[in-house]
């Protein structure tokens, strides 16, 4: 089995091509299982915080659209791929309750956490905090902290590209040791809740061009605590046009079965899915 379950579709307004151009990339890529999985909007939190809220996530008017085209093609493409559908939605500590009633409505097969903004720093995506006004190390404390909070929150079945801090903020490698040590207790948490842990391509891609400029990549140090604590993981493109699924992905695999995983997860209505890793080409 070959899964993709980091997958973007034009609802979310910053991706591109249609929807069936990304299932068709998926097939041209021998993918098995592709996982859609959407950024849900800022519909749950409340007045004020949505009105500081940076916010890329489709319209509220467009997600049981998602899900109704999405529906549709599963029953298209039966006998040629299986496709789940799920959301990215962003943490926000202390939303958990007034995120739960909107997902009731969309009982999905899964839905993949992410960190994008920190309100205790900003409301603006992580690109744009200003390492000139804040302490490298502080953002990354907290990053890590609100990591764990939502791998122990019951809402999440996977958190996406734990690595996403450290392609927009400078690693302040006079806190190595220490920030590693956080990575660790992420991966720890993450095993202990049964929660997956999302390799993510785009976090690969950048490791393995050494833009990371530290004594230890923290990419590849993420990988061996995962291998070390055999936490569950799930692999995706993080695609936002068509010929992105999967990118990467003979690489990734390969790298992965490297470290001894050799197991990755899907899911279905919230359930994981094991499924074994195989060295692929195309």
């Known amino acids: 089995m070959l899964i993709d379950y980091h997958v973007h579709t034009p609802y979310c307004g910053h991706a591109h091509g249609k ?14 299982e592709i996982g859609f999985s959407d950024h849900y909007g800022r519909y749950y939190l409340t ?15 467009d997600v049981a659209r998602y899900v109704a085209e999405l529906s549709d093609l599963q029953d ?14 962003d943490y926000i500590e202390g939303g958990e309750e007034l995120l ?32 000139r006004t804040l302490d490298p190390y502080s953002i990354y404390k907290e990053y890590f902290r609100l990591a764990r909070a939502s791998l122990t929150s019951d809402v999440f079945h996977s958190i996406a590209h734990l690595d996403f801090v450290w392609r927009y903020i400078p690693w302040p490698s006079e806190h190595h040791t220490e920030l590693l040590d956080d990575i660790a207790l992420t991966i720890q948490t993450a095993a202990q809740a049964d929660r997956c842990i999302e390799i993510n391509a785009n976090g690969f891609i950048v490791s ?6 530290t004594d230890e990549d923290p990419f ?18 993080d695609a936002h046009e068509p010929n992105k699924v999967a990118k ?18 899907g899911f279905t209505e919230g359930r994981k899915i094991p499924y074994t890793l195989t060295p692929v080409s195309y």
């Open 19 to 32: 929807i069936v151009h990304y299932i068709d990339s998926a097939i041209a890529a021998g993918i098995n």
């Open 47 to 61: 007045r004020s915080q949505k009105a500081r809220y940076w916010d890329w996530g489709m319209s509220e008017r």
């Open 76 to 89: 298209v493409y039966k006998d040629r791929i299986t496709i789940r559908i799920g959301l990215e939605i």
């Open 100 to 131: 739960a009633p909107l997902l009731s409505n969309y009982p999905l097969d899964f839905y993949l956490c992410s960190i994008h903004c920190m309100p205790r720093f900003g409301w603006n995506h992580l690109s744009n905090y200003s390492t």
């Open 208 to 213: 393995q061009s050494s833009l990371t400029a």
């Open 220 to 237: 590849s140090f993420m990988i061996d605590q995962i291998a070390q604590h055999n936490t569950p993981v799930t692999i995706g493109s």
């Open 248 to 265: 990467a992905f003979p690489e990734l695999i390969d790298y992965l079965l490297s470290k001894n995983i050799t197991e990755v997860y």
